[in-house]
C-alpha cells in the first residue's frame, strides 16, 4: 500500500515540523519575556492608567523603546502624566523619557532600575518570506507571541514601514518583532488588520539611540519634534516638487494625477434622476500622518478635484446646486484650540488661460481665461509657529452650467513650501 504509506509518512512529517515550529516558538518567548514591559501612562491625579504600550530593554543600563504615540501625552503635558513599567514578572518602577522621533513614531526611555535581560538591535535585515515573530502586550492580557512573514518595506508611503504578515493588535504598539536569532528586526506600530500590520525598521531606532547617545546635554522635546517636522516637511515637499506632475483627463479638464507613489488616487462619478448635475470626482492623498497626540496629526498631502455639468438647468439654478455641493470642505487632518490657530483666509477671483481644444471657438478661448473663485486659508501651529495648515479651494465660476473645484490641504507645512507646491499645482491645472 504504497498510496497509504506516503500519506502516512507526509502527516508525521507535517506533525513534526508544527511539533518543532511550536517548541521554536515557545523557546523564543521564554528565552526573551524578560526583555519585554508593559508600558503605562499614568495620569497623575487619579493615579490611574490612562493608556498603555508595550516596550522592550535594549541596554544593560535600562533604555527601553517604544513607539512615540505610546508616550506622547506624557511629552504634551508633563504635569499631568508619568510613566510607568511593568514587566512580566510583575516588577514596576518609574519611566523617564529621554529621547523621541515623532517621524518614525519612536521613543527612548530609561527604567528607575535597570532589568538583567535585554535585546539586540539586528544589523542584517531579513529576507523576504522570512519568519519573524512580534511580541507584546494586547489589549492588556498579558505578553503574546505573533508569529508571521517579514515582507520587506511597504511601497506607498512617505515614511519606511515593513509589512508583516501577522496580527499586531492595540496594546502590543511598541513592542518589538525578533527574528528566530532573537535580535529585534522591527518595532510594531501598526495594522491594518487581516494580517496586515506595520512595522518601524530597526535602522531607525539604532539610528535614534546614537542620537541619544552623542549629545551631552538633556534635550528640549518640544524643540526636538519641532526640527523633525520641519525637516520632514521639506523632505516631503522636496520629492513632491522634484517630480514629473503626470496630468489626467476630468471632464473637459486635466488635472494632477499622483505626483509620487507615496500619494494614491481614487475616483468617483454620480449621475442619476434625482440629481440634475452629473459630477466626476478625482481624489489624491498621502497614506501616513505624523501622531502628535489623540486630537492632532499632521504630515498629510491631499488634493482633489470635481468636474460639474448640466444640460437643462438655468445658470442660478446649476449654481444654487453647485454652491450646496461644494459647502462642506474642511481640512483633512485633526487639530484642536490648544493645537492650532483659526484660519485666516484670503479670497479672490483669479484667471487663467484655457489651453487645448473644447466647447468655446478658438477665437473665444483666445479672449476668455478661466475665472475662478479662489480661498486660501492658513492656521498656525501654536506650539510650532513656523508651521502651517493650508487649505486651498478655488471653484470655476465663468460658464453657465460646467464647473472645475480643486481643492488641496498641507498640513505641518512652512509658508514657502506651501507657497511652492500651490504655485505648481494651479500651474498644472488646464481645461479646455
Known amino acids: 500500500m504504497p498510496n497509504s504509506s506516503a500519506r502516512l509518512l507526509a502527516w508525521v512529517l507535517c506533525c513534526f515540523s508544527t511539533l518543532a515550529l511550536a517548541q521554536g516558538y515557545e523557546k523564543l518567548y521564554s528565552d526573551y519575556r524578560g526583555s519585554l514591559y508593559q508600558i503605562r501612562l499614568i495620569e497623575k491625579s487619579s493615579n490611574s492608567k490612562a493608556g498603555l504600550g508595550s516596550g522592550f530593554q535594549i541596554s544593560a543600563d535600562g533604555l527601553l523603546a517604544t513607539n512615540y504615540h505610546v508616550v506622547a501625552q506624557a511629552v504634551s503635558d508633563p504635569d499631568k502624566y508619568i510613566l510607568e513599567y511593568l514587566s512580566t514578572d ?34 542584517e535585515t531579513p529576507k523576504k518570506g522570512e519568519t519573524i515573530v512580534s511580541l507584546g502586550n494586547p489589549l492588556d492580557l498579558g505578553m503574546t507571541l505573533i508569529p508571521g512573514t517579514y515582507n520587506g518595506i511597504a511601497g506607498g508611503s512617505f515614511y519606511d514601514r515593513i509589512h508583516f504578515a501577522g496580527s499586531i493588535n492595540p496594546g502590543m504598539s511598541g513592542g518589538p518583532a525578533i527574528n528566530t536569532r532573537g535580535q529585534v528586526v522591527g518595532i510594531n506600530v501598526a ?8 512595522l518601524v525598521p530597526v535602522d531607525k531606532l539604532t539610528t535614534l539611540v546614537k542620537h541619544f547617545q552623542q549629545r551631552n546635554v538633556a534635550l528640549d522635546l518640544q524643540e526636538v519634534t519641532y526640527q523633525q517636522l520641519r525637516e520632514n516637511q521639506q523632505r516631503i515637499i522636496d520629492s513632491i516638487l522634484e517630480a514629473d506632475w503626470q496630468r489626467r483627463s476630468l471632464g473637459e479638464a486635466k488635472v494632477v494625477g499622483e ?27 498621502g497614506q501616513d500622518v505624523i501622531f502628535l497626540s489623540d486630537e492632532f496629526n499632521t504630515g498629510r498631502v491631499e488634493y482633489e478635484f470635481f468636474w460639474l455639468e448640466a444640460k437643462d438647468l438655468l445658470p442660478a439654478r446649476f449654481y ?40 468655446l471657438s478658438k477665437p473665444e478661448r483666445s479672449k476668455k481665461p478661466l475665472i475662478s473663485r479662489t480661498s486660501y486659508c492658513v492656521r498656525r501651529y ?41 504655485e505648481k499645482f494651479t500651474s498644472e491645472i488646464q481645461w479646455h
Not at 103 to 122: F, S, T
Not at 191 to 196: D, F, H, L
Not at 259 to 275: F, H, L, M, T, Y
Not at 404 to 412: I, K
Open 90 to 123: 510583575g516588577t514596576k518602577g518609574t519611566l523617564e523619557l529621554l529621547d523621541i522621533d515623532v517621524v518614525n513614531d519612536l521613543a527612548l526611555l530609561r527604567q528607575e532600575k535597570p532589568g538583567k535581560e535585554y535585546l539586540q538591535l539586528a544589523t
Open 259 to 285: 505626483i509620487v507613489p507615496a500619494i494614491k488616487c481614487w475616483g468617483n462619478s454620480e449621475e442619476n434622476n434625482d440629481n440634475p448635475i452629473k459630477r466626476i470626482d478625482k481624489g489624491c492623498t
Open 382 to 422: 501654536k506650539n510650532f509657529p513656523d508651521l502651517y495648515d493650508i487649505f486651498f479651494l478655488s471653484l470655476s465660476v465663468d460658464q453657465k452650467n460646467r464647473a472645475l473645484v480643486s481643492h488641496f490641504t498641507l498640513s505641518g507645512f512652512t509658508r514657502e513650501s506651501a507657497d511652492a507646491f500651490a
Open 320 to 359: 444654487a446646486e453647485y454652491e450646496h455641493q461644494m459647502s462642506t470642505f474642511y481640512p483633512g487632518n485633526s487639530a484642536g484650540e490648544e493645537d492650532v490657530t483659526n484660519f485666516r483666509c484670503r479670497q479672490n477671483f483669479t484667471s487663467q488661460p484655457r489651453n487645448g481644444n473644447g466647447p
Open 191 to 198: 495594522t491594518a488588520g487581516n494580517q496586515v500590520s506595520f
